[in-house]
């Protein structure tokens, strides 16, 4: 299925249902009123949903360290899915979504796990997307329900990459990410506490993404962010449910070496550090882990403000 083109004003988003209801596409209107890519914008018909402007974690966010963790006194073995021995970034990026309902502005999609023989995950449940687009920026509703007869841990996420620059090639990204501190982490899944840093005390106030390899997250996200292209004169403006109060920050360089930037940064919001199971498991808390009831749902909400004409 081909993705799904919503747009109001100077906005524009492609849906895709294919690759777990993502992202494909989020840009602004600008000089001889081309679309400039404020996400990373996918290949045309692309088929990994790795490579997608943004995709949805869930039923977990990011890693779960040797993809296995105990849960009511139970140990949980899941499938690893990526060369570093977890499972990670949940299990719904890479499905087929169902299109509930579409319009101009807006789409809504739907993902059911008891449809999947080999899913990864023990329990059953549902995950909706609601996406829309007004003149003033793009909104995403996601949610997690239990469907089973059995209560689970969860947590969601979103995975967004922005574009470096915009239509204005002196563009140095800027970002502004307020957060409380850093985990300590091990191939990159949290091994302790998170406590202030210099990195996390830089995020307080909008600066230049520093040139070096980065990735890690954060604690105490409050779930605003602020991202900016100066010589372009655009501002995006995250604003994420106060569920989501943890945050990674991805600014890769080639092959992991600082001093070749990728074209892009990821600043993702989402509702658990990464290993959460296993790192509450230690004593460690306000991992951000949600045991859901049978019936119950996590439900999140993110929005993507973009102001345009400005560098104030």
Known sequence: MASIVIAKGKLR???SPELGAGIADFAVQGPSSFYYPLMR??????????????FIMAPWANRIRGARFVFEGKEIVLKVNTADGTAQHGDVRKRAWNVVKQDASSVALAYESAAHADSNWPWKYQCR??????????????????????????????HPYFSRRLWDDRDVIQLRA???????LKNACAIGPAAPDDLSRRLGTLAEVPDEHIDTVFAGFGGEAELRWPSSGVTLRMKASANMNHLVVFAPHANGKSGTPLPFIAVEPQTQVNDAFNLEATGVSGTGTMVLQPGEALETECRFMVETGSQS
């Open 13 to 15: 988003a492609a849906i």
């Open 41 to 54: 914008r996918a290949a045309p018909e692309e088929t990994n949903a790795s490579l997608l402007g943004s």
């Open 129 to 158: 997307v609601e996406y829309s687009v007004d003149e003033g920026g793009l909104h995403a509703r996601l949610s997690v329900h239990n469907t089973d007869t059995r209560a689970f841990p969860t947590g969601c996420g979103h």
């Open 178 to 184: 307020p957060v409380s501190g850093r985990y300590p």
